[in-house]
């Protein structure tokens, strides 16, 4: 097998695993969303990177379609590191909010991570076409982990602030 075509092939399947991620997040974020209800930014924050991971997992369709791979192949399993990142398994937990907010900074530090090595792996398959869309959804990410990553003191006030009401 040629390297170009080596890569076309780890760049797919990054594609999908992408796929995969995005479609976890949308998930994740839809049962996290009722009990983020008490804090508003948070709250609207959340909302807009649900409805943002909904237009990243389409993009990545998009690009699937592009290369020739099947929409219908799309449904893989998400690999245990990511679902236990995404895993926001502290529901109920008294300060929920306080526990979730940091798994949701490592989920945005993976997906960040995971477009930058699709950007190379773009590169290096002759998908130089493709990086426009990436980058944007890498931007994204990066705009989402640094609000919440500059807004966690601001979300330990408004807990507290909740705690003694
Ligand atoms: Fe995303």
């Not at 080596?6 to 991620?21: E, I, K």
């Not at 907010?101 to 398959?125: N, Q, R, T, W």
């Amino acid at each position: 097998m040629s390297n170009v075509k080596q890569a076309m092939d780890t760049y797919l399947n990054g594609l999908r695993n992408q796929h995969a991620v995005e479609t976890q997040a949308i998930g994740t974020i839809q049962n996290e969303l009722p009990r983020m209800e008490a804090y508003p930014d948070l709250h609207a924050k959340m909302k807009a990177d649900h409805e943002r991971s909904v237009t990243q997992a389409a993009r990545l369709d998009d690009l699937l379609e592009k290369h020739g791979s099947k929409k219908s192949l799309l449904k893989e399993a998400v690999t245990g590191a990511v679902a236990t990142v995404a895993g926001f398994t502290h529901a109920g937990a008294d300060d929920e909010v306080l526990k979730n907010v940091l798994p949701a900074i490592g989920f945005k530090a993976y997906e960040i991570s995971a477009y930058k090595v699709l950007l190379a792996l773009a590169d290096a398959s002759g998908a130089g076409d493709d990086k426009s869309v990436l980058e944007q959804s890498m931007k994204e990410e990066q705009e989402m982990g640094d609000w919440l990553g500059s807004n966690l003191p601001n979300i330990v006030h408004a807990y507290l602030d909740r705690k003694s009401a």
